[in-house]
């Protein structure tokens, strides 16, 4: 009695101090399965009390871990049971370095793997991503590429979103570490990853997604070359852009006073996930790879830019932070290349070349993929319909009706509850949010054709005159009138490009409003980039850039070689 009138968060703190915590080791070995479950149901809700109780309980952690663990490798225990001991040992270990955490993973998984019932399957996944908080260290020799393939398997099964969320939590734990960011793109992470990325519109899905590529971003070449060929830079690249910019200001000023509108959360980008995005921007170009900042250039780097900080502009000042120092190291970064000369910026785009030919090639292998995959569900639904007998119509309630394309593993027996083919026309007008079955978005899913080449043919084929400074070369680009000659500053062309771009997106007029910003250090650093780069001089005609149509002599056909290097 006294535990069913104390098992919520509320008295929770009050449980961890009365003494009862002892004897939990007594009541979890209770026959009466429901005093089992309310020592469970309270465990968990004392563990996530705060530190002060959770430190309490594990003063009896080597008592109260082996009777759960007990409880979930016991094979004729109750689905329910089980689902609850799984929720006690996530919330137990939840923000705990514990090398104990490591004899939990592989239950967990195995649960996942072989339990038939959706509860147990949510509480299992939602503990691993806690446990999955811990330092790389204590879980990766725990993550094989056979259970990170399981975790890719369930996104694909769309049990819900629940457990669609807690495995991009997972992913984004692994992405801390470059081994397991390769076990992820084996087996086919990037291309799930893609398709939420495109055509999801979750909220959590998508931070998670965003941050794990973050992450990436930051990790070796092979990784960030593999994210810009398989197209989600590029779609990242697009969807900022394409945002309706008043209803996300919005959302950034609501989200940073506390409050939750669920009307903009139907957007892509809100404020959000918009602090992730803004970094896997600044992580890339802050890499030290020309090739890489190149390609973000040829996709629109400088609209992207101005579009994130028309976005962060009434949102936390980290954010507008991560988007000044980007636009810096971009200016820095072009003034280099425009410094390099002609034969090395021509044999940086016959790299860049092979960049395209890859991200070509990533879309036609899942045009080719999305066409058998659909071909074969055809089939399938024939076969159906050709062994489907009267009897076995009759017998719709019967419980073996899985079919002969049914998946040996109880875990593929679950289906996503049909919600929508229930609902009435008028409650699928109401619902705008977008299903997200993976094989919906993944039928749904384009991987982008590259635009950067293009971008760069236009580029060195601009009208431009040497000027000799400091020992190196420079251009200085020659205006389309002759009044202003005098007063255009000596730009070299991806520079003079950039800038047109920003300008294009009103960053002039952003970098007005931020200077005298309440934070000094963003005041000052608009100053900056407003005088140094985009502040008018006089010559506010920006159609100074004139381009030939004759690129083709600078960009011999290449064609992708194994173990290709790319220089940093």
């Not at 945002?243 to 409050?259: H, V």
């Not at 034969?343 to 993929?369: A, C, H």
């Not at 047109?500 to 934070?519: I, K, P, R, T, Y």
Request: hydrophobic fraction near 40%; proline fraction near 4%; aromatic fraction near 8%.
């Amino acid at each position: 009695m006294f535990i069913s009138e104390v098992n919520d968060k509320t008295h929770a703190g009050d449980v961890a101090y009365s003494g009862i915590i002892p004897e939990f080791k007594v009541l979890l070995n209770s026959p009466n399965l429901n005093v089992v479950e309310q020592s469970l149901c309270l465990i968990s809700s004392i563990a996530g009390a705060g530190k002060e109780e959770q430190a309490i309980l594990h003063l009896q952690k080597e008592n109260l871990i082996n009777q759960i663990y007990t409880i979930l490798t016991y094979q004729s225990q109750k689905t329910y049971v089980i689902s609850l001991a799984a929720k006690a040992i996530g919330n137990f270990f939840n923000g705990i370095e514990d090398p104990v955490i490591g004899q939990f993973i592989p239950v967990l998984f195995n649960l996942v793997h072989e339990s038939g019932d959706i509860d147990v399957i949510t509480e299992s996944l939602h503990s691993l991503a806690l446990l999955y908080r811990s330092p790389i260290s204590i879980t990766q020799p725990y993550t094989t590429p056979d259970r990170i393939q399981q975790l890719l398997n369930v996104v694909q099964q769309s049990i819900s979103d629940e457990t669609a969320i807690d495995v991009f939590n997972i992913l984004l734990s692994l992405s801390m570490d470059d081994s397991m960011i390769q076990i992820i793109i084996d087996m086919g992470g990037f291309q799930i990853m893609h398709a939420y990325l495109q055509g999801s519109r979750k909220q959590e899905i998508l931070r998670n997604i965003l941050h794990a590529m973050s992450n990436i971003a930051a990790s070796i070449p092979d990784h960030i070359q593999r994210m810009i060929t398989d197209g989600l830079v590029s779609t990242l690249l697009t969807q900022i852009v394409s945002q309706q910019g008043e209803l996300q200001r919005d959302i950034s000023k609501n989200d940073d006073e506390g409050t939750n509108n669920d009307v903009f959360a139907q957007q892509w980008l809100s404020s959000r996930v918009l602090k992730d995005a803004a970094w896997i921007i600044h992580n890339l170009v802050h890499q030290k790879n020309p090739l890489v900042f190149l390609m973000l250039c040829g996709e629109g780097l400088a609209s992207v830019l101005s579009r994130l900080l028309q976005l962060s502009m009434n949102a936390n000042v980290d954010i507008l932070y991560t988007v000044l120092d980007t636009i810096t190291k971009m200016f820095l970064w072009a003034e280099q290349f425009d410094l390099v000369d002609q034969t090395s910026q021509t044999q940086l785009m016959n790299q860049l070349q092979v960049f395209q030919q890859l991200q070509e090639y990533s879309g036609r292998e899942l045009s080719s993929q999305q066409a058998k995959e659909q071909e074969f569900s055809m089939g399938e639904f024939a076969d159906n319909q050709m062994f489907e007998s009267p009897v076995k119509q009759q017998s719709s309630s019967s419980s073996n009706s899985e079919g002969i394309y049914q998946f040996q593993s109880p875990m593929h027996m679950l289906q996503a509850p049909p919600a929508r083919q229930h609902q009435s026309d008028e409650e699928e007008d109401d619902d705008d949010e977008i299903q997200d079955s993976y094989q919906t978005l993944f039928h749904q899913l384009v991987v982008p054709g590259p635009r950067y080449i293009q971008f760069f043919q236009d580029l060195l084929t601009t009208k431009s005159v040497p000027i000799m400074s400091s020992g190196q070369v420079n251009c200085v680009l020659v205006p389309q009138y002759d009044q202003k000659d005098m007063k255009i500053k000596k730009r070299g062309p991806l520079e003079a490009k950039l800038i047109v771009q920003l300008c294009e997106a009103h960053a002039d007029n952003l970098m007005c409003e931020l200077q005298g910003h309440s934070n000094k250090k963003i005041s000052n650093d608009a100053i900056t980039l407003y005088n140094n780069y985009l502040s008018a001089d006089d010559d506010e005609d920006t159609d100074f850039l004139e381009f030939e149509g004759q690129a083709d002599q600078f960009f011999p056909e290449v064609h992708p070689q194994p173990n290709i290097q790319f220089s940093s």
